[in-house]
């Protein structure tokens, strides 16, 4: 267990406990522990309810009594939690001194690190021709390494990557098919249309891309042996089970976490025997993906050799990666799956790394907050900044306060204490958490971040027990468990008043577009029934949230829909140069008072509209006017804007048609994601101010300047969702369920979240939907479940192992029924003197997530070249340091990587090929500024699958199976064409429907008799009455469901035209815009980490 296994001081629960060895529990529920002195809180029976019980009712008071402790607790992995394990008095660090903020040298100004002349052998400058043969880059099981004498690249000073392409695209010329799609809209693709003839940019193909070219082989990739057989391969057996990451120390010397490897020598005698073994790896598995590696390495002593020149005597010199001999996605999740999913997660121990995202599991909170609200790049921090910059690893969580649970999950507890409100240390005002320390027999306690001794007020004094543990840890949740609320008094509230409860404003616009569209019309009949459903707090019987209209084209109208009212009252402001509400009484209703006249109003809008020849429209003033409206109801809320066009009608925020393709790969082309007037943060920091959040959504039949529009919404915690060339017909069902998903989900208002750090560390950068006037506070007009804000953490002095470092995440906000209330997020992570344990506690996933986020903020200042640069030379440096000190050693040849890293260079190409980085042709200038802007919010499974997406093939299985099946690698030649497939990321969703797919499979599907008579680029499969059918719509189903946004589903044949543009989601292979193919980027990193070593 790489968690801290010195003792604590104390044992952490003092009670006698025979049940749970592993986990002191009995003091839970049964015991009458909080006898002692009467709590100001009601009884809280258990730390487990996170998994066993069901979620507290209501608020306020802390739940009654929870009965009996749960029965089914987990074997705690180990005899201690991590309770005990913090600061007795002494540990900590004290104040920090002399702070200085480092910058990792990867994130300095965007620069291609210098690449280090490697030359031993010469170089051949041979670029498109036949593959050195010395080139074998060969996968070996052991250890998750990949050994390959790549021929030695001439030095390459600074060159920026360029995939290795084929003749054709080093040319400049692409095919001139429209390829792409990320946003599949209403109308077909824009295939074909628009760029007639278009030409990427070239791009650059350094004159070396040849040097690791060996594995690109112009023909079809044949899945034939390519190379000596891999140590390993002889293991036929399953994937040793071991949880993720949370590898035994290896039995010697060797660092843990390290590969190993064999020293070179001649290959091992079993070498031919190991043959058959070969087969295993045929269908992309990469041997016992998760174990640790250690297992492995000493019975193949050869190892090394593989990739070393005078290797063994090899029946055929290997022409290229064997694919199937790289690392897998699909097979360190499906690994992770079936290592992890069984079991519940327990918190209870410090720097333990969660399952993946991809895993389905449960959590028991018992002190940490869940991986669902928290997850880390590494849950082990290298304990001084010079080892992390040795590392380059960055140090950051992703943080998902509002995160929903599901059903089996309780939502955290409310404690309420009172007019006293939430005890804090006095000194750096973190919450009381379980890590704490009571001294001096309760009366004081000493803060786990910064050591101050504080006094514990007499209400809530309460016995230490002879652990030094509070007798009544048990039952108070910020005693015992990682999240938890408080419910926060008037010194909390904005001028010290308690909220009233927020509204909602749907501002709908009803110029030409909107109303030929047919988008009025559809909007306005769902949103008759849509009200119904407002967010509503525990038990509520209706919704607290009020609500109001505001119609607008070039000028804006009001609605007065005040319950008296036997009809709706309109009131027109056309000086939107200088927004005023022109009504207060009548504007914001309750639904169930108004009801009459609001459906009455909902009836004659689009009436009143449906000839309108207005086709200019303003914004700015628009969401000016429903902030307004808010500040003068004195709440807190949200906007709903439905919007079509660029606004150029005169009035402040109007924007001109600036999109400029040409701008793409020039030092310009940042311009093109920066908005074009200054009004719009001026506006959102008013809206910040006042807890107004923005939702826009879109409908553009052209370039809108998503850049610009969708600032408002990014700055005040909003969502922004585009619906190009909008059509009732096709996109309807699209809309309507991103509608009603974001209408109804639970938001927080006028919310401030802080991050507090123990001493040593904290927090300097932080990404997301958010709005910051201060280098800590992150303020959110509104924040969401489906929202997470990135924080990236610096030394500032040194940590130790024995402390480990904490997190305390507060964020206060406004619930939907207008309480003030405090959520607190807790975790502990490790903290390492050696590089190894960092590299073993690392995730993967979420190192993508803040790489990506860090690369798209980085193309507001940078050109776009430099950040990818800037991001292959950070991954580099990642690996290369693993390489020169957690590595045994072992011929350059080959590339080792991390067991918990060693998909970082499958992911990190998918970053780098995505549409904001590398754009294809028809790419818009507004699709790159959604994606920029979409990723920003992303959490950890969200990025997961967006920049790797999910190919799941629908045939191979038996048609009776019904679990989901499992996904292959995203790669063309994973593709059968006798197969279905359907393909997701998150936003789009393909259904492949291969050429040669049986007669019955396409009648059972489509209900048509042939191949040639399924519609191409067919939306909505039909619905018959067979088992295959139901089957793959009960799939789709299920896939939309785990998304937060409606994914259209899109039918390709093919061959067909339409093919190009689920292509692009093959990421695996090389894109039509100049993106390496996985193999070919595996070699360049290769090459780089050899670089830097060197
Ligand atoms: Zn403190």
């Keep these: 267990m790489n968690v801290n296994q010195s003792a604590p001081p104390v044992p952490p629960f003092g009670q006698p406990q025979p049940v749970y060895p592993g986990y002191h529990q009995s003091s839970y529920g049964g015991q009458p522990a909080s006898t002692a002195a009467p709590t100001p809180y009601g009884a809280y029976n258990g730390p487990v309810p996170g998994y066993q019980q069901t979620p507290p009712p209501g608020v306020s008071r802390a739940p009654a009594s929870s009965g009996a402790p749960p029965t089914s607790t987990a074997q705690g992995p180990?005899?201690?939690?991590?309770?005990?394990?913090?600061?007795?008095?002494?540990?900590?660090?004290?104040?920090?001194?002399?702070?200085?903020?480092?910058?990792?040298?990867?994130?300095?100004?965007?620069?291609?690190?210098?690449?280090?002349?490697?030359?031993?052998?010469?170089?051949?400058?041979?670029?498109?021709?036949?593959?050195?043969?010395?080139?074998?880059?060969?996968a070996q099981l052991a250890g998750m390494q990949i050994s390959g004498a790549v021929a030695p690249a001439p030095p390459t000073s600074g060159l920026g990557y360029g995939p290795p392409t084929s003749l054709a695209s080093a040319s400049g010329s692409f095919p001139n098919s429209g390829l792409y799609g990320s946003y599949p809209q209403g109308q077909a693709p824009p295939l074909g249309q628009g760029h007639p003839g278009a030409q990427l940019p070239p791009r650059s193909v350094p004159p070396q891309a040849s040097s690791f070219t060996p594995s690109v082989s112009g023909g079809p990739r044949m899945p034939s042996m390519t190379g000596p057989l891999l140590p390993g391969q002889s293991f036929g057996g399953p994937p040793v089970s071991q949880p993720n990451h949370v590898s035994s120390p290896p039995p010697q010397a060797l660092p843990p976490g390290t590969q190993m490897t064999g020293p070179p020598g001649p290959p091992p005698p079993m070498h031919s025997a190991q043959q058959p073994g070969y087969q295993l790896q045929q269908n992309g598995s990469f041997g016992p993906a998760r174990g640790p590696q250690s297992n492995y390495g000493s019975p193949y002593p050869g190892a090394a050799t593989f990739g070393s020149q005078p290797g063994p005597p090899q029946p055929l010199p290997p022409k290229r990666l064997d694919p199937d001999a790289i690392p897998s996605p699909i097979q360190v999740i499906e690994d992770d799956r079936n290592n992890r999913g069984s079991e519940p997660f327990v918190t209870g121990l410090r720097g333990q790394v969660p399952p993946l995202v991809t895993t389905n599991f449960l959590v028991k909170d018992q002190g940490n907050a869940s991986p669902r609200y928290i997850r880390c790049t590494s849950y082990n921090i290298p304990c001084t900044s010079d080892m992390a910059k040795q590392a380059q690893v960055p140090l950051a969580a992703v943080i998902k306060p509002l995160a929903r649970l599901p059903p089996e999950e309780a939502s955290p507890y409310v404690v309420?204490?009172?007019?006293?409100?939430?005890?804090?240390c006095n000194r750096c005002k973190a919450y009381m958490c379980p890590f704490m320390q009571f001294v001096e027999g309760g009366r004081r306690f000493q803060c786990c971040f910064c050591s101050c001794i504080n006094d514990v007020p007499p209400q809530y004094f309460q016995h230490l027990d002879h652990t030094g543990k509070r007798v009544d840890a048990y039952d108070r949740p910020e005693l015992s468990l990682g999240s938890y609320e408080f419910l926060a008094t008037v010194d909390y509230c904005k001028n010290n008043k308690f909220p009233v409860p927020p509204a909602f404003i749907f501002m709908i616009d009803v110029s030409y577009n909107a109303v030929r569209s047919g988008l009025v019309r559809l909007l306005c009949e769902e949103l008759k029934s849509l009200l119904d459903f407002l967010p509503r707090e525990g038990g509520a019987e209706e919704s607290a949230i009020r609500v109001g209209f505001v119609t607008y084209n070039k000028v804006l109208h009001f609605y007065n829909v005040k319950s008296s009212l036997a009809?709706?009252?309109?009131?027109?402001?056309?000086?939107?140069?200088?927004?005023?509400?022109?009504?207060?009484?009548?504007?914001?209703?309750?639904?169930?008072?108004?009801?009459?006249?609001?459906?009455?109003?909902?009836?004659q809008i689009p009436e009143m509209f449906a000839d309108t020849r207005e086709t200019e429209t303003v914004f700015a003033p628009v969401i000016q006017a429903g902030m307004e409206a808010l500040k003068a109801a004195e709440c807190a809320g949200k906007l709903f804007l439905f919007h079509t066009s660029l606004p150029i009608a005169e009035a402040p925020g109007k924007l001109k048609n600036r999109d400029d393709r040409k701008l793409i790969n020039t030092d310009k082309e940042k311009t093109l994601f920066q908005p074009q007037s200054g009004a719009y943060q001026t506006l959102a920091k008013e809206c910040v101010a006042q807890g107004c959040c923005v939702d826009l959504f879109l409908f553009p039949n052209q370039y809108v300047d998503v850049a610009t529009l969708s600032v408002v919404p990014q700055l005040t915690g909003g969502s922004v969702y585009k619906y190009a060339c909008f059509q009732v017909e096709n996109d309807q069902e699209r809309f309507l369920s991103d509608l009603r998903r974001d209408v109804q989900k639970v938001v927080g208002f006028d919310a401030v979240m802080r991050v507090r750090t123990s001493t040593g560390i904290r927090a300097v950068d932080f990404f997301g939907a958010f709005y910051m006037s201060n280098t800590t506070d992150v303020e959110l007009a509104g924040l969401d479940g489906d929202k997470t804000v990135t924080v990236e953490f610096k030394h500032d002095d040194r940590l130790n192992e024995e402390n480990g470092a904490l997190l305390q995440c507060a964020l206060l906000y406004t619930s939907c029924a207008g309480q003030r209330r405090l959520r607190i997020h807790n975790l502990a992570l490790n903290c390492c003197t050696q590089l190894a344990d960092l590299y073993?506690?690392?995730?993967?996933?979420?190192?993508?997530?803040?790489?990506?986020?860090?690369?798209?903020?980085?193309?507001?200042?940078?050109?776009?070249?430099?950040?990818?640069?800037?991001?292959?030379?950070?991954?580099?440096?990642?690996?290369?340091?693993?390489?020169?000190?957690?590595?045994?050693?072992?011929?350059?040849?080959?590339?080792?990587?991390?067991?918990?890293m060693k998909l970082l260079p499958v992911y990190l190409n998918c970053v780098l090929k995505s549409e904001v980085l590398q754009p294809g042709a028809e790419v818009t200038t507004d699709d790159r500024a959604y994606v920029r802007q979409l990723v920003t919010s992303m959490d950890v499974a969200e990025t997961n699958v967006f920049f790797y997406p999910r190919l799941l093939p629908l045939t191979k299985s038996p048609i009776e199976n019904t679990t989901e099946p499992p996904a292959?690698?995203?790669?063309?030649?994973?593709?059968?064409?006798?197969?279905?497939?359907?393909?997701?990321?998150?936003?789009?969703?393909?259904?492949?429907?291969?050429?040669?797919?049986?007669?019955?499979?396409?009648?059972?599907?489509?209900?048509?008799?042939?191949?040639?008579?399924?519609?191409?680029?067919?939306?909505?499969?039909?619905?018959?009455?067979?088992?295959?059918?139901?089957?793959?719509?009960?799939?789709?189903?299920?896939?939309?469901?785990?998304?937060?946004?409606?994914?259209?589903?899109?039918?390709?044949?093919?061959?067909?035209?339409?093919?190009?543009?689920?292509?692009?989601?093959?990421?695996?292979?090389?894109?039509?815009?100049?993106?390496?193919?996985?193999?070919?980027?595996?070699?360049?990193?290769?090459?780089?980490?050899r670089q830097l070593l060197s």
């Design 78 to 138: 180990c005899g201690q939690t991590a309770y005990g394990q913090f600061g007795q008095g002494d540990v900590q660090n004290g104040p920090s001194s002399g702070v200085q903020m480092q910058r990792l040298p990867g994130s300095q100004p965007f620069a291609s690190a210098p690449l280090a002349p490697v030359v031993s052998q010469p170089a051949v400058l041979q670029p498109y021709g036949p593959p050195p043969t010395s080139a074998q880059v060969t």
């Design 416 to 424: 309420d204490h009172g007019e006293s409100g939430p005890l804090r």
């Design 567 to 603: 009809q709706p009252q309109m009131m027109v402001v056309s000086d939107v140069g200088d927004m005023f509400v022109p009504l207060l009484d009548g504007f914001l209703v309750n639904v169930n008072e108004s009801r009459a006249v609001i459906t009455s109003l909902l009836d």
């Design 840 to 900: 073993r506690n690392c995730e993967t996933d979420t190192l993508i997530n803040y790489m990506a986020k860090f690369a798209y903020r980085g193309v507001l200042s940078s050109p776009v070249k430099t950040v990818r640069d800037t991001l292959i030379t950070q991954c580099a440096q990642i690996l290369a340091c693993y390489r020169k000190n957690c590595a045994s050693p072992s011929s350059a040849g080959q590339l080792i990587l991390p067991e918990c």
């Design 968 to 1089: 292959v690698r995203a790669s063309e030649e994973r593709l059968s064409n006798g197969d279905i497939y359907l393909l997701e990321n998150g936003l789009n969703l393909f259904l492949w429907v291969g050429a040669s797919v049986q007669q019955g499979v396409v009648q059972s599907l489509f209900g048509v008799s042939s191949f040639s008579q399924i519609t191409s680029g067919l939306s909505v499969l039909p619905v018959l009455d067979n088992l295959l059918s139901k089957k793959v719509r009960g799939l789709i189903d299920s896939l939309r469901a785990q998304r937060s946004r409606y994914m259209k589903l899109i039918v390709v044949k093919q061959e067909d035209k339409l093919e190009m543009l689920f292509k692009h989601f093959l990421v695996e292979d090389k894109s039509l815009s100049g993106g390496a193919s996985y193999v070919d980027f595996l070699c360049h990193m290769h090459k780089e980490i």
